[in-house]
């Protein structure tokens, strides 16, 4: 084209003055490259800025992370003597702590401060406080030179005071592959346990319930007023003339029936009256379904033990239990909640209004029910084992339940439903289990409260 107009490679402004295009646009690209330059190098010392920022954040935040593991670690050791250092002692042992367990080279300036209270809205706590600094690669660049960092760690405990009533399988069946062993095993370091969370003594108390068909609550409770005795009087005595074993026979024959002397009682009891079964109501003077029924029982377990700290006797208890007789779950839970009880018949200590309590029962049996006061049917025992679990768990108890199953028995809804919840239940297929079940809710329950 020619004139005014445009023809390729030039814009014609005029007939006779003409723009070359190329080298227009090549003039533009040298001067874009030269602002681009300009802006990038502008722009430069702050982005760096960004990226070393994060960089360095992440150096201080590792650092940061790692001595929050160190002081919880250190708070829950100190916690075991704090009470009995002074202040001086407190920080030269959680300084020596920490210091064998916080390793971040990075860490400069690393100081931690213990402090110690006796009580307080939480119980007794020890309090940790931790600082130091990191030096900074690419903040320094814009003014940064340090980046600190600081963390804190609480251990508290005494607030909270722990009842635990163990209620321990003694029937026959617990002789075989290995069961009774593992128990007394597995009960004893329970025992240890939660001994070693006790900070003062009353913190924790053990009951021991061996349970069978029926619980021994010891001979030497004869004279108790909480005990019936009809029972017992008629299976127990002598006719006055021979051949009748009990006082219907001896009597419905014309003889006369003198009641045995108490003192033979080897200890046993059987079921409450019906609903005194499921419920940990005290015994009524006068009320005779209230009350305990006494049994001479063939099969009649260890006694039990109340609550106590005498940790070397709860132990020797554990250890003088022996197999024998069918199962009744129900009356060792049932006792179980009663040793709990601060009325008649096992008086549990009176409790201290400055405290919270846990009350806990921990059931284990390896086998169905079997037989109780009035039936010889699982079923029929299991529907009154349900209702007493049911009342248990209203009643604030936690309940922990333990079936040990080696011998391909159904899993067993009773137990299942008794446990407070899915991971309050245990199915064991060995006997072996048992000990590190019961390691695992003993640390559960002495474990302390971490607060941050």
């Not at 006719?239 to 006082?247: D, P």
């Not at 059987?270 to 005194?276: K, L």
Request: glycine share 8%; proline share 4%; aromatic share 8%.
């Amino acid at each position: 084209m020619r004139g005014e107009g445009l023809s390729w490679g030039s814009l014609m402004v005029t007939g006779t003055r003409r723009i070359d295009l190329s080298r227009l646009a090549a003039a533009l690209l040298r001067a874009e490259r030269g602002n681009v330059a300009t802006t990038f190098a502008i722009a430069f010392l702050p982005i760096i800025g960004f990226i070393g920022a994060a960089v360095d954040y992440s150096r201080a935040n590792n650092a940061r992370s790692a001595m929050q593991v160190a002081l919880d670690s250190t708070a829950l050791m100190l916690s075991k003597d704090a009470a009995t250092l002074t202040p001086a002692q407190l920080t030269q042992k959680a300084t020596a702590y920490f210091s064998a367990m916080y390793s971040h080279p990075e860490a400069q300036n690393v100081t931690i401060a213990a402090a110690y209270t006796a009580s307080g809205s939480n119980g007794a706590t020890v309090k940790l406080d931790g600082a130091g600094f990191i030096g900074t690669d690419f903040m320094k660049v814009v003014g940064f030179p340090q980046l600190p960092f600081n963390s804190s760690s609480t251990a508290a405990w005494g607030n909270t005071r722990l009842r635990v009533a163990l209620a321990l399988d003694n029937t026959g069946s617990m002789a075989a592959n290995g069961k009774m062993t593992a128990l007394k095993t597995a009960a004893k370091n329970l025992i240890d346990q939660l001994k070693g969370s006790a900070r003062t003594p009353g913190d924790v108390y053990i009951s021991v319930i061996p349970f069978a068909k029926d619980v021994n609550v010891d001979p030497a409770n004869r004279n108790q007023g909480w005990l019936r005795w009809d029972q017992w009087d008629n299976q127990n005595g002598a006719c006055s003339f021979g051949g009748y074993s009990s006082r219907n026979s001896c009597q419905s024959h014309g003889g006369s029936w003198t009641p045995g002397n108490h003192a033979s009682w080897t200890g046993c009891v059987t079921d409450r009256d019906q609903n005194y079964d499921t419920n940990a109501a005290p015994p009524i003077g006068g009320t005779l379904a209230s009350q305990f029924v006494t049994e001479q029982y063939a099969d009649c377990p260890t006694a039990l033990m109340p609550l106590s700290y005498d940790w070397s006797g709860l132990k020797a208890r554990i250890d003088a239990m022996s197999p024998d007789g069918n199962t009744n779950q129900g009356i060792g839970m049932a006792w179980a909640w009663l040793s709990l009880a601060p009325a008649a018949p096992l008086n549990a200590p009176a409790e201290d209004a400055n405290y919270a309590y846990k009350k806990v029962i921990i059931l284990l049996s390896d086998g169905l029910n079997t037989q109780n006061r009035w039936y010889s049917n699982a079923a029929q025992i299991d529907a009154r084992q349900a209702l007493l679990c049911a009342n248990a768990k209203a009643a604030g108890i936690t309940v922990y339940a333990i079936q040990v199953n080696t011998t391909g028995d159904p899993t067993q809804a009773v137990m299942q439903n008794c446990a407070s919840g899915p991971d309050k239940f245990f199915l064991l297929t060995n006997a072996s289990q048992v000990i590190s079940t019961f390691d695992s809710i003993g640390a559960s329950l002495s474990k302390l409260r971490l607060a941050r």
